[in-house]
C-alpha cells in the first residue's frame, strides 16, 4: 500500500477513495485501493509544479475526470486511466508508456496511449478545409476502436474542459473547442447513447458559441419555472395515485428539456419559445417490460392521448441500443406533455448508453454491442482511407436522426431520416444493394426516392443478371454508407472507365489553364496533395472520375484563378413593400397590421401612422372610424406567393374532440404556428391556432373543412 505521507501534503488518498466508492455505489477491494493509490502517487510525479488556466494546480483536472468515470460507474482501470490520461503527454518525460505499462499492465496503457494521440488531433470543424486533414479523423478512429474506454476517457475529459472553459481567454481556441466538442464529441456520445454526457456538452458548447442566446433562453425558462414546477408536482401526484390504484410499483419524476435542444428546435422550426409545448416532461420507471405496456394505458386512462405521438422503441429500439415507450397526452390544463415509460435496466442504458453494458458486466450479448462498434468504427477507418466516404459523411452519420424499418421476416433495420428503398437495399446486404431492381412497401411498389417511414415493411426485388448499381442511384441515396459502396464498386469494377472521365476533367482544367496534361500533373502543388493523401496519379485521377473530387477542388488545389468578370447586378427580391400597391404605387415600405392580418384575397386599405403605412383589411374596426385623409386606396400584387399569419377560433361541444381535431390538421397537412385551447363555465372548449395561408381563398377552403366535423359547433376568423 503507498506510504500516507507520500499523499498527505497534496492529495488525501483515503479521502479521494472513499469519494469515489460513494460515486460508484460499491466498496473497492484491498487490490484496487492499492493501484488507486500508486496511480495517485504517479500522477503526483507527472503533473508536478503544472498549473491550470484558473490557477489551480493540474492535477485538479485528472481527479474530477477520474470522479466523472466513477460516477458512470466504469471499472477500475477506466478510473486509473483517467487519473494518468495527460501524463504521457504533459509530465516532460517523467513518466512514460513503458512506466504505466510496468506498474499498471498493458490495458491501461493502452487506453492512456490512446487518449493522448486522440488529444493531439484537432479535429476539422466548421468553414475548414476537411480534406487537407482527413488523416486527423482517420487517426482519431484508430485509437478510439483500440479500446472502447479510450471514447469513455475522452468524453469525461472534455466534459471537464467544458465545464471549465471559462477560464480560457483566447477567444478564438476557447470557440474552437467548443465548435468541435459540438460537432464530434457530443454526437459520438450520442451515438453510444450516454446522453447525460451528451445533453451537458451541448449546453455548456451553446454557452460558448452563443452567449446571447443562451442567456435569453435560461431567462425565459426562469419567467415560468415555479409555475412549471407546481404543475410537475401535480402531474407526479395523479400518476403517483393511479399506479397505486393499480398496485403498479413505479419511480415517476419530471424532466426538463435542455437549453440547447430548445433553441435547436425554435432554430429549426422557425418557433417562438411560447409556442413551445414540449419544455417538461414526465418519466416513470417500472419493475418491468410488462409494467410498461401495463402502465402506457393506465396513463392513456388519466389523460387524454394524442394520435399520432405513441413511439415504441421497446418492440423497435433504437440503433444505439435506446428502449422506452413515448406517449404524448393532453393535460387538464389544456397543455400536451410526452411521458417516457421504461424499466430500470433501461433507465441506465438510456443514461449511459454503451457504458451501461460495459461497467462490470460480460456476457455475449454485451461482446456483441462491443463488437458492433468497434466494426463500425473499422468501417469509417477504411472508407475515410480509401476515399469512399468524406469527414462530412462522418459527422452527418453521427447527427442524423432515424428511422426503423422492417424486413418482411420482421427483421428490424435502422436508417437515416429520409432514407430511400435504395439505403435499405445495401443496409441488408452490398449485394442485394447492387442488384436492385424496385422496392415494394408495405405491398405496394414504390419510386426509388420513396422517403421510408418508421414501421414500414420493405421487400426488395433483385435482378440477378444485374451488371451492378448506376452512378444515378447516388442521388437517391440518403445514407452516407450507402453512397461509400456505390461508390466502392464502381472503383473496383469500372476503374477504366473513372481514369477516363477523370482524365476528361483534367482535359478541361489543363485547356483552361492553357497547359498540358503532362504539365498539370507535374504542377508541384498537385504532387504535394497526392503525398499528403498517400495516394498515387492513377489513384487521384480515378477520384476525378467518381466527382469525389470535382473540378473545382481540383482548381483550387493547383491555385487557379479566374480572370475578373465584369459584375452582373442581380435582379432585387422582392420585399413586403412589394407585395401590394398604395395609391398606385409600389415601391412604399408597408407594414401588415397585426389587429387585422390581411391576406391576399382581402380587400384592404393603406393607413397612415406613426409607425409608416399600415396595410389593413377594409372592414378592421380600427380603420372604419379614420378620416379619409389617412386612408390610401391598396391592391394586392396578383403574382404574391408569401405565406402569412391568421388566427382562428374554433368552438367544441367537448374537449374529447381536441386529439382528433389535432390528428385531422396534421393529415390535411396545415401548418399551425401556435395552439391553445381552453373550456367554458358551460364545458364547450374554444381551440385558438394560428394558421400559415397564401391566400383568403385557401383559408376559406380550411375553415370549411373544420366546419365539416362532428362537434364543431362554428370557426370564425379572429
Known amino acids: 500500500m503507498l506510504e500516507k505521507s507520500v499523499l498527505e501534503d497534496s492529495i488525501d488518498g483515503e479521502k479521494f477513495v472513499s469519494e469515489l466508492e460513494n460515486l460508484l455505489e460499491a466498496k473497492l477491494s484491498d487490490s484496487e485501493k492499492e493501484k488507486i493509490y500508486r ?13 491550470r488556466k484558473s490557477g489551480e494546480p493540474f492535477i485538479i483536472h485528472p481527479l474530477e475526470v477520474a470522479r466523472i468515470i466513477a460516477s458512470l460507474k466504469l471499472d477500475i482501470d477506466s478510473i486509473i486511466a483517467a487519473l494518468l490520461h495527460d501524463a504521457i503527454e504533459d509530465s516532460e518525460g517523467r513518466i512514460t508508456y513503458e512506466m504505466i505499462e510496468k506498474q499498471f499492465g498493458k490495458e491501461i496503457a493502452q487506453i492512456v496511449d490512446g487518449v493522448t494521440k486522440v488529444s493531439r488531433i484537432n479535429a476539422p470543424v466548421g468553414n475548414v478545409e476537411q480534406k487537407k486533414k482527413l488523416e486527423t479523423i482517420q487517426k482519431m478512429l484508430f485509437a478510439m476502436a483500440e479500446d472502447v474506454r479510450v471514447i469513455f476517457v475522452k468524453l469525461a475529459d472534455r466534459l471537464h474542459n467544458m465545464r471549465t472553459i471559462e477560464f480560457v481567454e483566447d477567444v478564438d481556441k476557447k470557440r474552437y473547442k467548443a465548435m468541435e ?11 453510444l447513447g450516454i446522453n447525460i454526457i451528451k445533453s451537458e456538452l451541448e449546453d455548456l458548447c451553446f454557452k460558448v458559441l452563443h452567449y446571447d442566446e443562451y442567456q435569453k433562453i435560461k431567462q425565459l425558462i426562469a419567467q415560468k419555472k415555479t409555475e412549471r414546477e407546481e404543475r410537475l408536482k401535480i402531474y407526479i401526484q395523479q400518476l403517483n395515485s393511479a399506479f397505486q390504484e393499480h398496485n403498479i410499483k413505479a419511480k415517476v419524476d419530471g424532466r426538463y428539456k435542455h437549453y440547447y435542444s430548445i433553441w ?94 460495459w461497467a462490470y458486466k460480460s456476457g455475449e450479448g454485451i461482446v456483441d454491442v462491443k463488437q458492433k462498434w468497434l466494426l463500425r468504427l473499422t468501417e469509417w477507418r477504411k472508407e475515410l482511407s480509401q476515399g469512399y466516404a468524406s469527414i462530412d459523411d462522418l459527422k452527418k452519420e453521427l447527427q442524423m436522426s432515424e428511422v426503423f424499418v422492417l424486413t418482411p421476416k420482421g427483421e428490424i433495420i435502422h436508417l437515416p431520416y429520409g432514407a430511400t428503398p435504395i439505403d435499405f437495399a445495401y443496409a441488408v446486404h452490398t449485394e442485394v444493394g447492387h442488384h436492385f431492381a424496385g422496392a415494394k412497401v408495405n405491398g405496394k411498389m414504390v419510386p426509388i426516392d420513396y422517403q421510408l417511414n418508421n414501421g414500414d415493411v420493405v421487400e426488395i426485388i ?35 472507365k473513372l481514369i477516363e472521365r477523370g482524365k476528361d476533367v483534367l482535359r478541361r482544367v489543363a485547356k483552361r489553364m492553357n497547359i498540358s496534361i503532362e504539365e498539370l500533373l507535374e504542377k508541384p502543388e498537385l504532387k504535394k496533395y497526392m503525398s499528403a493523401h498517400q495516394i498515387d496519379e492513377e489513384e487521384f485521377i480515378t477520384r476525378l ?20 468578370k465584369k459584375k452582373v447586378q442581380k435582379a432585387k427580391k422582392k420585399t413586403p413593400a412589394s407585395l401590394v400597391m398604395v395609391d398606385g404605387l409600389e415601391t412604399l415600405e408597408v407594414i401588415f397590421a397585426k389587429c387585422c392580418n390581411p391576406i391576399p384575397g382581402d380587400r384592404i386599405v393603406g393607413v397612415a401612422s406613426k409607425r409608416g403605412l399600415v396595410i389593413h383589411r377594409s372592414n378592421c374596426p380600427n380603420v372604419i372610424s379614420l378620416g379619409s385623409e389617412r386612408k390610401f386606396p391598396a391592391l394586392w400584387r396578383s403574382d404574391v406567393t408569401a405565406q402569412f399569419g391568421v388566427l382562428l377560433k374554433m368552438e367544441l361541444d367537448k374537449k374529447e374532440r381536441v386529439p382528433e381535431i389535432l390528428s385531422k390538421t396534421m393529415e390535411k397537412k396545415i401548418e399551425v404556428r401556435n395552439f391553445k385551447f381552453e373550456s367554458t363555465e358551460d364545458d364547450f372548449v374554444i381551440i385558438s391556432l394560428s394558421v400559415m395561408v397564401k391566400s383568403l381563398e385557401e383559408l376559406e377552403e380550411i375553415i370549411n373543412y373544420f366546419k365539416s366535423f362532428s362537434g364543431v359547433r362554428k370557426v370564425v376568423r379572429s
Open 264 to 357: 435547436k428546435k425554435m432554430v429549426q422550426k422557425g418557433k417562438e419559445f411560447n409556442e413551445l409545448y414540449d419544455l417538461i416532461g414526465l418519466r416513470a420507471i417500472v419493475q418491468d417490460v410488462t409494467s410498461c405496456y401495463t402502465a402506457v394505458g393506465i396513463i392513456h386512462n388519466l389523460w387524454v392521448p394524442l394520435p399520432g405521438r405513441f413511439k415504441d422503441y421497446i418492440a423497435a429500439p433504437k440503433s444505439n441500443g435506446y428502449r422506452s415507450i413515448h406517449t404524448t397526452v393532453i393535460t387538464q390544463f389544456g397543455e400536451p406533455i410526452e411521458v417516457q415509460i421504461r424499466d430500470l435496466q433501461m433507465h441506465e442504458e438510456a443514461e449511459y448508453g454503451l457504458i451501461a453494458h
Open 545 to 564: 472520375g467518381d466527382k469525389t473530387i470535382s473540378q473545382d477542388e481540383l482548381l483550387l488545389i493547383v491555385g487557379f484563378k479566374e480572370p475578373p
Open 181 to 191: 466538442t459540438l460537432e464530434v464529441y457530443a454526437p459520438i456520445a450520442h451515438k
Open 462 to 496: 433483385v435482378n440477378k443478371s444485374s451488371h451492378g448499381p448506376s452512378l444515378d442511384w447516388l442521388r437517391y441515396a440518403k445514407s452516407p454508407r450507402t453512397k461509400a459502396k456505390i461508390k466502392r464498386f464502381f472503383k473496383e469494377k469500372e476503374r477504366e
Open 39 to 51: 496511480a495517485l502517487e504517479m500522477a503526483e510525479v507527472a503533473y508536478q509544479g503544472l498549473y
